[in-house]
């Protein structure tokens, strides 16, 4: 719970009674306030009798959630109970983790954002829109309380997932990912703080609905634009210099950009890009080990070039740099191994310019020798190219057809295959699918979560891994957080997704129908190691600025460190003072 005032007490001073405390979800406890805190508080008749233990609530919770028939149902209640009890909130979470992730996080959050209009029933974080420009700093503070945050959160709503421009709903991703990072991270959630920049929206279904709760307007652009992005990460340098700002979901052109305009000033993060790229180079990495192949030697098809799919081409392309130790393998060499798509096809040099984003590096795209006017179709490139990998960042559901993965198949005998897009609806091809029309050999991971797929060969289950940037963000970020990194190097994220594919089953199992990737239900410890790895390659890099920190090479003095900082649900026992936590 909130720091205790000593470091062996489990006593908290609280400056809140009777309904203030029972309504505030950091400091309540419900029915486990104990007789003596019902004295002091003030709470002995606004609560039942009884007092119960956090395990007894949890376990009335869980009864509570399993009668919610629908996963937008069970959704609605966890939203409401973390609106009402973070400690029981968390407790329930971390207890059914594997359960619960796909309901709190991909897929089913897309479902509760898409309505989050007409479900809405209490606010969360902080929503800032244009016509409020003037007192931005002022509400910003009122959203700090007073506190030095660890993480905020942040998304403008253009690109949710792979279901567009959401608007308001926004606030409901940046939510998302700051409970991820609690669950799998152990950041303080009241250190924590979920931001949308409601700068209007185009989705018309959003603007006609009569129940719509964010700013009805179209989307402000250009100047206007950056102006208020600018005033928002000025604030965060100003007040929060310790922060690290996490971008989510931005449309594509606004996400490369202002992750180049801001990652040199504070510690910023684009998890679209980098930490897609970094969970998607350690899945590879781990099937590359299954196939003994280098990452040099692969054809790569990335199927959709917006953020993820640039993200992603760009960490591999780094990576494969790294793997030539020699330093043979230059930047125009590695990206010769790449065949980057997008919704006209091919990019090729023959493209107009307009159908060619202006982010994308010109080594990446196909010269006219190549290509010329040829089809340029999903088939008609994997018959040409002979790709090892193919990976999808596309969001168009079934792009990955039969007749395509059987024509992979005819050139590689393991094809390396995945379909990242999420929710599960938007997903390029099912690994049931995949499976069967690669005659059980293709090495698959998702964006979403997927149930193991039978696998008549081996007599035992193929596991998919879920190559989720859930896997490694929450690690890159406490990592940061933890050395009190000034940014967020491209050292640190490729240490991370290292230490990521050491740890997949497929490897450390030497098992080929193992997962590529870690199972979630690891993810505390598997984020808890990643972090650890992202601390080391900060004081290389001598970013990190934290001066209590161990020296990262007594490996157990920093396990031991880090480890205490770890926020976990339990309660406290408070003392009142007027002076105390509000
Ligand atoms: N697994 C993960 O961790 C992870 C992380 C980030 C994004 N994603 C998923 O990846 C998808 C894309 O996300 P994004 O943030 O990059 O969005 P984005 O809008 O930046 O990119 C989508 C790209 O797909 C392209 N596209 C559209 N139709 C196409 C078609 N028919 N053929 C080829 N390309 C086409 C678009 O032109 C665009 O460039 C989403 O579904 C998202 O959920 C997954
Ligand atoms: O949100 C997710 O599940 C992953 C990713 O950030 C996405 O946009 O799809
Ligand atoms: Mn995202």
């Known amino acids: 719970m909130s720091s205790p005032s000593s470091p062996d007490d489990n006593t908290v ?105 007409n479900l809405f029933r209490r606010s969360e974080g902080l929503y800032l829109s244009p016509p409020e420009f003037d007192k931005m700093e002022e ?142 180079l350690a899945a590879l990495q781990a099937g590359i080990a299954v196939t003994k192949s280098k990452l040099a030697d692969q054809r790569i098809i990335i199927y959709g070039s917006g953020s993820a799919g640039l993200g992603i081409a760009r960490q591999l392309r780094d990576a494969i740099k790294l793997e030539s130790e020699d330093g043979k393998i230059d930047d125009k060499e590695a990206s010769s191994k790449f065949w980057l798509m997008d919704k006209h096809g091919l990019i090729k040099k023959s493209l107009e310019k307009d ?38 960042t596309s969001t168009q559901a079934g792009a990955f057809t039969e007749e395509v993965v059987k024509e992979m198949s005819k050139h590689v005998d393991r094809p390396i295959i995945f379909p990242l897009s999420n929710p599960t609806k938007k997903c390029e091809a099912t690994p049931k699918d995949l499976r069967q029309w690669s005659n059980n050999k293709a090495l698959i991971s998702t964006g979403s979560p997927f149930d193991p797929v039978d696998n008549p060969d081996e007599g035992k289950k193929y596991v998919v891994a879920e190559c989720n940037n859930a896997l490694i963000y929450p690690g890159l970020g406490l990592g940061a957080i933890l050395s009190r990194s000034t940014k967020m190097t491209d050292s640190m994220i490729i240490a991370g997704s290292k230490r990521l594919s050491e740890l997949a089953p497929a490897l450390t199992k030497k098992d080929p129908n193992e997962s590529l990737l870690p199972d979630f239900g690891d993810a505390p410890k598997v984020n808890f190691e990643i972090a650890l790895s992202v601390i080391k390659a900060s004081t290389k890099d001598k970013v990190s600025r934290e001066d209590t920190m161990p020296n990262p090479e007594n490996e157990e003095k920093l396990r031991e460190w880090a480890s205490r900082k770890s926020w976990e649900p339990k309660y406290m026992e408070y003392k009142y003072d007027p002076e105390g936590l509000k």
């Open 13 to 117: 001073k609280v400056g809140l009674k009777g309904p203030t405390i029972l309504n505030n979800p950091r400091f309540n406890k419900g029915s486990a306030f104990t007789r003596d805190e019902r004295d002091q508080l003030g709470l002995r008749g606004r609560l039942p009798f009884a007092v119960d233990t956090l395990e007894e609530q949890t376990e009335r919770a869980y009864i509570q959630y399993q009668s919610r028939e629908s996963d937008l149902l069970k959704n609605s209640f966890l939203a409401s109970l973390k609106s009402q009890n973070w400690t029981l909130y968390y407790s329930l979470l971390s207890k059914h983790l594997i359960e619960m992730f796909p309901i709190v996080y991909t897929p089913t959050e897309a479902d509760a954002i898409a309505e989050y209009s």
């Open 139 to 280: 509400d910003f503070l009122d959203a700090c309380e007073g506190r030095q945050l660890d993480l905020i959160v942040v998304s403008d709503a253009e690109a949710i997932l792979g279901i567009g421009d959401q608007g308001s709903g926004g606030i409901a991703i940046s939510a998302a990912k700051a409970v991820i990072y609690t669950l799998t991270a152990g950041i303080d959630p009241a250190k924590a703080l979920a931001v949308t920049l409601d700068v209007g929206t185009n989705n018309e279904k959003l603007l006609d609905n009569d129940l719509y709760v964010g700013y009805r307007e179209k989307r402000v652009r250009g100047q206007k634009y950056d102006d208020f992005v600018d005033k928002f990460v000025g604030l965060v340098k100003k007040h929060q210099p310790n922060c690290l700002l996490h971008f989510e979901d931005f449309g594509v052109t606004n996400a490369q950009r202002l992750l180049a305009k801001y990652r040199d000033q504070l510690p910023v993060f684009n998890d679209d890009i980098q930490g897609t790229g970094a969970v998607a």
């Open 355 to 392: 159908k060619i984003r202006d982010e994308i590096e010109d080594d990446f795209i196909r010269s006219e020798d190549d290509w010329g006017s040829e089809e340029n179709d999903l088939l008609t490139v994997v018959k040409k190219v002979k790709p090892t990998v193919l990976i999808g």
